[in-house]
């Protein structure tokens, strides 16, 4: 019987209404295991079969697999297996009316399931110059019982088009998991990177003779004014990391210096003032944010608003932002705590202190805001005050 004399196959106008029927579904979808149902079901009302399917190859287990329905499990083939394996290894489509008379034909998966296969049709898929699979159609359907020519044809319409598809899913899916597996890492490396400038700032602690967490609550200070000065959440979070670096410098300064009881000799003071550029030099090869934003701070932490400060003498915007910051946080801590040298001053007193310090030593806006929220800020020298503990991120909002 000849196609045409087939009354329950396809016109070609039938065929052309199902591609476009199939077209936005199939566009919608990115899944490969959804697409591969997809396609099947597609292929299956093309081509008039009971059951059709699309096996890919699995490189690395060596394997072909496919997906049947949704929620069922894959299934799996060796890559040498029966009428799939043939076209797989040969590149070629096959055509048989009775799979039985075939010595190609691996009867064990009828075995298994107790189906039983007649006619069948497979057909490569190529892309790109390589088989990465075959489609198949088994059983025809209908006033048929075998293929003909023209199925074959048809299967090949749809093999091109499901290698295209499937191989774009397959690459876009790739791509997805290198994308998360690079987050993965990013991640990784970042909290690597937090973890040693935290270390970093334990180290310029404690050759700092700074007590009593000091660079935390500097750290913690700072993340507020930069907060309430409208800093991005990113800028805020690089403050917070960088902010205990403000003396690493002091790493270079002689003990005896670092260590005496009384007062510096001028010279003294100026090898002890060269810590704000020994800091610098330290941090600002760094092609990473956090460590040029380190490097400013450490450099121009004593640098005032007016101009007097050391070792450039910078002039209120000349010096950087995170430093004018980080300045207000450092003294503010200073004068709120005890040190050896004298105990820690009242909240009035340096309330006043650093209120008048607005525009001479510190920024004014800076000041503004300190003001604006005192509370707030002195809340961590009152008894049972809080600061974020070491190691732990910061609450940027
Ligand atoms: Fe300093
Ligand atoms: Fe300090």
Not at 255 to 278: C, Q, V, W, Y
Request: hydrophobic share 40%; proline share 4%.
């Amino acid at each position: 019987m000849s196609y045409q004399e087939n009354a329950t196959d396809l016109g070609d106008g039938e065929v052309a209404a199902l591609l476009f029927e199939y077209m936005p579904k199939i566009a919608a979808e990115h899944k490969t295991d959804s697409l591969l149902v997809l396609m099947a079901n597609l292929g299956r009302q093309i081509v008039q079969a009971d059951r059709c399917s699309l096996w890919l190859i699995d490189e690395e287990k060596n394997e072909l697999w496919t997906k049947v329905a949704h929620g069922v499990d894959e299934l799996r083939i060796p890559l040498s297996a029966g009428f799939v394996g043939y076209s797989l290894k040969t590149g070629q489509p096959v055509l048989v009316d009775d799979a039985y008379q075939d010595s190609r034909f691996d009867r064990r998966s009828d075995i298994k399931s107790g189906y039983h296969t007649t006619s069948v049709m497979t057909m490569p898929l190529e892309s790109d110059d390589r088989v990465m699979g075959v489609f198949q159609a088994i059983n025809k359907v209908g006033d048929n019982v075998f293929f003909s020519k023209k199925d074959l044809e048809r299967l090949k319409l749809i093999s091109v088009y499901s290698a295209k598809t499937i191989e774009s899913a397959i690459r876009a899916e790739a791509l997805e998991r290198y994308a998360k597996q690079l987050e993965i890492k990013a991640e990784e490396l970042k909290s690597a990177h937090m973890e040693l400038i935290r270390i970093l700032g334990e180290v310029s602690e404690f050759r700092s003779h700074e007590v009593g967490d000091h660079i935390h609550r500097v750290a913690e200070i700072s993340l507020k004014l930069a907060r309430y000065y409208g800093l991005s959440p990113e800028e805020q979070e690089l403050i917070y990391y960088v902010a205990p670096l403000h003396d690493l410098g002091k790493v270079g300064i002689p003990d005896m210096i670092l260590n005496k009881a009384g007062r510096l000799t001028p010279e003294e003071f100026s090898k002890m003032k060269s810590h704000s550029e020994i800091g610098r030099t330290l941090l600002r090869e760094s092609k990473t944010d956090l460590l040029c934003m380190g490097a400013d701070i450490a450099g121009a932490h004593h640098e005032r608003w007016d101009g007097s400060g050391y070792p450039d003498g910078l002039k209120g915007e000349q010096i950087p932002l995170p430093a004018r910051i980080c300045a207000v946080a450092d003294v503010l801590d200073a004068l709120a705590s005890p040190r050896c040298y004298k105990p820690a001053w009242s909240e009035d007193r340096v309330k006043e202190e650093m209120k008048n310090s607005g525009g001479t030593h510190f920024q004014p806006e800076l000041i503004d805001i300190l003001m604006e929220h005192w509370d707030e800020f002195y809340s961590c020298y009152k008894p049972g005050g809080m600061f974020i503990k070491k190691g732990l991120l910061p609450p940027v909002q």
